[in-house]
């Protein structure tokens, strides 16, 4: 298991998004507001953003846990964490 | 001799340009094969043939527009000896729309552009040697249909530019003006003609959310259902139990289709949206559906539908809950007869035993066309709907 720092999963999260919804700018995202808010996805898209993830750390992530993926800078807690904790 | 014509892929056609022919005269086909690529206002779309032979002849050319119900091509059946004198390429079929060449140049890349700039998925390495080159990204296409476009796809594009810039530049605005045209004919033919009625049903759908939330808790990501997956096949089995609003209202008379083929509304990025269908959605699995469902989503955004996903839904289903909607009272798709919607899914006060609860419940509508059903049968239909809900578990 590889392990990222907050640089590299927010990276990696604006990889998934740009792969999903080409139109995002990265710069343009407010970290703290909600990504749906900012960008046109519907659960397909998020079903897919969530895979992209899945590949590229290797951690599967619940549904239940959805709800900390809702804004930028939840979302590189959440996968830190994660990702440190399978260390 | 099968005489292959051109198909209607959709109420709103009334003509297509024939961009390639991936068939040549001797050529066995099977029977759903696809065997050209024709472009309507909605995209480009793969188009399928209904009968198993030999091409005999290719009747018109690849770049001409050609009305619907033209002859395309000819095909020996099993067992059917060659023609005699073949006719040369393009002399039958007088009623061809005359077509300028300077259009039939422009439709080509036009056609290949509609197909990606639905959804193009791009590597951002190649978003910024664009910005570079200045090349704009929607008229990049990838090496290959559905791909991610890459550096290398940029740097093709960046030197095609500057061999026909007209071409490349008029792309894209036009296809989203030609997919406003076609949704404005059909929803006015719809409005003139569809003496609609609508219902609403408000409905408890705590056991199958719990039921979901359970099953995909078992579940890889790869493998989750949507949660409206569940919902379709519900609608499907319901509509067998109604079949008045399943099928067509054709020149005066009622055409119920034994088949339940669910239009999915499936709005595409950039605006405008289409309905293409997943066939026998009654007769599929829940894995099946959400395997469709996956399927049918990727090719409108990034790739390209099939003639008869275009042509033969029996009913549409809108989901519009995703932006919050509560209930959507939907426009029937001519010659459809009906259409249902559902909201989004909200935790709302419920009375059951004369307590109130809270219980997740959903809008359920229904648009339909009073020429085919009444309102009674409508509001069996919202109520087999939400009787089937209730026990999930059979719905798989």
Redesign the interface.
């Known amino acids: 298991m590889t392990s990222y720092n907050r640089e590299q999963i927010r990276d990696i999260i604006?990889?998934a998004l740009?792969?999903?919804?080409?139109?995002v700018e990265p710069a343009l995202i407010a970290p703290d507001r909600p990504l749906r808010e900012q960008i046109?996805i519907?659960?397909?898209d998020f079903?897919n953003f969530?895979?992209r993830l899945?590949e590229t750390l290797g951690i599967?992530?619940?549904?239940?846990d959805y709800a900390e993926l809702l804004t930028l800078n939840s979302a590189v807690e959440y996968l830190t964490r994660r990702c440190a904790a399978q260390q | 001799m099968y005489e292959f014509r051109m198909p209607s892929l959709g109420a709103d056609m009334e003509a297509g340009t024939l961009v390639e022919w991936l068939i040549k005269p001797g050529d066995e086909v099977q029977r759903g094969q696809v065997v050209a690529v024709v472009e309507t206002q909605k995209g480009a779309v793969d188009v399928e043939i209904w009968e198993t032979g030999t091409v005999d002849k290719l009747v018109v050319e690849a770049g001409r527009k050609v009305p619907v119900g033209e002859l395309l091509a000819l095909l020996r059946t099993v067992g059917e000896p060659a023609a005699a004198a073949p006719e040369t390429l393009g002399t039958r079929g007088a009623p061809q729309v005359a077509t300028a060449p300077a259009i039939v140049a422009a439709a080509l890349p036009r056609a290949e552009a509609a197909a990606v700039s639905a959804r193009q998925r791009v590597a951002p390495a190649a978003r910024k040697l664009a910005e570079e080159l200045g090349v704009d990204i929607a008229s990049v296409q990838a090496a290959e249909p559905g791909a991610v476009i890459s550096r290398a796809d940029v740097e093709r594009a960046a030197q095609a530019k500057t061999l026909t810039p007209a071409v490349a530049k008029a792309a894209a605005p036009d296809w989203h003006a030609q997919m406003r045209m076609a949704i404005a004919a059909a929803m006015s033919r719809s409005k003139r003609e569809i003496p609609h009625y609508y219902l609403a049903s408000d409905i408890d759908v705590t056991a199958v959310s719990s039921w979901l939330e359970t099953e995909n808790l078992k579940r890889s990501v790869t493998e989750r259902l949507l949660p409206v997956v569940p919902f379709m096949k519900a609608v499907a089995l319901a509509l067998r139990e109604v079949p008045e609003l399943n099928g067509f209202w054709i020149d005066g008379a009622w055409r119920p289709s034994a088949a339940v083929h669910l239009g999915m509304a499936i709005a595409m990025r950039g605006g405008g949206l289409v309905a293409p269908a997943i066939h026998d959605a009654d007769r599929k699995s829940l894995d099946q559906l959400m395997a469709d469902l996956r399927d049918l989503i990727t090719r409108v955004r990034s790739g390209r539908l099939r003639s008869s996903e275009m042509s033969d839904p029996t009913v549409t289903f809108t989901n519009l809950g995703e932006q919050g909607v509560e209930g959507v009272f939907g426009v029937i798709y001519p010659p459809q007869v009906a259409i249902v919607g559902l909201g989004k899914i909200t935790e709302r006060p419920w009375v059951e035993g004369g307590a109130v609860v809270v219980r997740k419940v959903v809008t359920a509508t229904l648009a339909a066309d009073h020429r085919a059903s009444d309102g009674h049968r409508g509001g069996l239909f919202l109520a087999a709907l939400d009787r089937l809900l209730q026990e999930p578990e059979r719905l798989r």
């Open positions: 604006f990889d740009g792969a999903i919804a080409p139109e046109d519907d659960s397909f079903l969530i895979i899945h599967d992530i619940p549904e239940k």
